[in-house]
């Protein structure tokens, strides 16, 4: 597919009435106001101290009165512009917008060649080259797989040349320390040409801020909820929220509870900087009972997904959802679980998908072949998306007439106009009969898909970057690895 970005056209599913809305609202400020939240770093409660909140004994818990919640909202942003170092690649976070990022974070990887292993740069880079060579993939994930062949300490720096090298969409920042987050915002600013100054006037990057429920969040995430609004950086806030474990079992409490920590961590952003840009994923997954694990892909997810949503809209921010799967194997499992999530995503009007491709095994594993199942995936809901249009030549009236009964319509001259648009071209799907696809090679869509993830790598460019620019990041990069990068803040 081309470069776009698609819009809705449709009613979203909401799932509440409009009482239950308020009734979850009111239930989340009563949360902030009587019980609180926890944070565990002293420069944040500072903040909220200072903007008349109520602080524990333990100097952490924070209890947040509704007027500052109700205040902090009023100066959120509906729409956010993230603008990559090529103005061509940017998005529009927000509206009815809706932006595909890749696999975040497993530490292995496969494919059917060599199976599972840990991941290594290598197979950093190729994950990033996909993405970059799909059109569907709009934001790259800051870690489709960690490169676990890297010390720790220098990690972030090697993995933020690669992408700024290898791609030219928007980049990921992980905020896992303060000083981490300063070198990956400098190493955006000179892919882009300014410096941290100017790279604050332009949202330019996003990073998922996760609670550590329930109702607190440490120190690197809310350094990091600090440093982003500081810098004009798009934070997605998303509760790390188990409905029967970190949360009440029920859905509606565990909503209410996921919605009163994002309000938490929106509110400190915008006591830092008033319109900070931010995004909403106040949803809970459920426990399996049976394991104690996250029930990824589970239907109380995707309704979950769906009322976080319908929250989100009632707030009037960005909303994020994910798409995932609990499945230890590239199978129907991995499928349904998937595009469940997927179309909960879509019909509730997610503005950004996260693990848009290649999440696998409870997003322990990211699958080379699962990236390009899921884009597949993803194409096919982007087609689904397009708005139908109905006019006198989409009719076609009299073409329909001068077929009349009994034709057929191969060689009218609106089909050979049209044949090659007209419908979604599958990139692994296969309308071929049993003995066509024997024929082939009776290949399955896992084989399919391993065969087209090797000709995408083999039809790769990279993006055109700066010789000066890319000289100055591998100063950089050599430069704090000289000076010991930087540790994981705890």
């Given at each position: 597919m081309p470069w776009h970005q698609p819009r809705y056209h449709f009613p979203t599913v909401e799932p509440l009435k409009n009482e239950d809305v308020l009734k979850i609202h009111e239930n989340a400020l009563r949360i902030l106001e009587e019980i609180g939240v926890k944070f565990q770093a002293e420069e944040a409660v500072s903040i909220f101290a200072k903007a008349g909140c109520i602080i524990g004994e333990d100097k952490m818990t924070v209890r947040i009165g509704q007027e500052i919640v109700e205040h902090a909202l009023s100066k959120v942003?509906?729409?956010?512009?993230?603008?990559?170092?090529?103005?061509?690649?940017?998005?529009?976070?927000?509206?009815?917008?809706?932006?595909?990022?890749?696999?975040?974070?497993?530490?292995?990887?496969?494919?059917?060649?060599?199976?599972?292993?840990?991941?290594?740069?290598?197979?950093?880079?190729?994950?990033?080259?996909?993405?970059?060579?799909?059109?569907?993939?709009?934001?790259?994930?800051?870690?489709?797989?960690?490169?676990?062949?890297?010390?720790?300490?220098?990690?972030?720096?090697?993995?933020t040349l690669k992408v700024l090298e290898l791609s030219d969409k928007v980049p990921y920042v992980f905020c896992q320390s303060r000083q981490r987050i300063h070198d990956t915002l400098s190493m955006i600013a000179m892919a882009k040409g300014t410096d941290r100054e100017g790279l604050c006037k332009e949202p330019s990057t996003f990073s998922i801020i996760n609670s550590n429920s329930p109702l607190q969040y440490d120190r690197p995430m809310a350094i990091g909820l600090i440093e982003l609004a500081k810098h004009n950086q798009l934070a997605m806030i998303t509760p790390f929220s188990l409905a029967g474990a970190s949360h009440p079992i029920s859905l509606g409490a565990a909503n209410s509870m996921a919605v009163a920590e994002m309000l938490a961590a929106l509110t400190l952003t915008q006591l830092v900087n008033p319109g900070a840009p931010v995004a909403s994923a106040a949803y809970t997954m459920n426990v399996n009972m049976q394991t104690g694990s996250p029930g990824f892909g589970s239907p109380?997810?995707?309704?979950?997904?769906?009322?976080?949503?319908?929250?989100?809209?009632?707030?009037?921010?960005?909303?994020?959802?994910?798409?995932?799967?609990?499945?230890?194997?590239?199978?129907?499992?991995?499928?349904?679980?998937?595009?469940?999530?997927?179309?909960?995503?879509?019909?509730s009007g997610s503005n950004i998908i996260m693990h848009a491709a290649g999440w696998l095994e409870g997003g322990l594993r990211s699958s080379f072949e699962k990236f390009i199942l899921d884009v597949e995936m993803l194409q096919m809901m982007v087609k689904y998306m397009e708005p139908i249009l109905v006019d006198d030549t989409t009719l076609a009236f009299n073409e329909v007439k001068s077929v009349g009964h009994g034709g057929h319509f191969f060689d009218t001259e609106n089909t050979i106009k049209n044949y090659s648009t007209a419908f979604y071209e599958p990139l692994i799907s296969t309308a071929k009969n049993y003995g066509q696809w024997k024929d082939d090679g009776a290949l399955d869509s896992t084989e399919r898909a391993n065969l087209v993830y090797k000709k995408a790598l083999d039809a790769y460019e990279p993006p055109q970057l700066d010789a000066s620019r890319l000289d100055a990041l591998k100063a950089f990069v050599k430069k704090r690895e000289k000076e010991g990068g930087a540790p994981i803040d705890m």
């Open positions: 942003k509906s729409q956010i512009e993230i603008t990559p170092r090529n103005v061509a690649r940017k998005v529009m976070i927000g509206g009815n917008h809706v932006t595909f990022a890749s696999v975040l974070g497993p530490p292995y990887c496969s494919d059917i060649d060599t199976g599972r292993r840990q991941g290594t740069l290598n197979d950093y880079c190729n994950f990033i080259r996909l993405g970059q060579y799909f059109n569907v993939i709009h934001m790259i994930s800051g870690a489709p797989v960690e490169p676990m062949d890297i010390p720790l300490e220098v990690r972030h720096l090697y993995s109380e997810t995707n309704v979950s997904l769906q009322i976080g949503s319908q929250m989100a809209r009632f707030y009037g921010i960005p909303i994020r959802s994910s798409t995932f799967t609990s499945s230890p194997a590239l199978d129907a499992q991995a499928t349904f679980e998937t595009l469940g999530m997927l179309w909960a995503s879509i019909t």
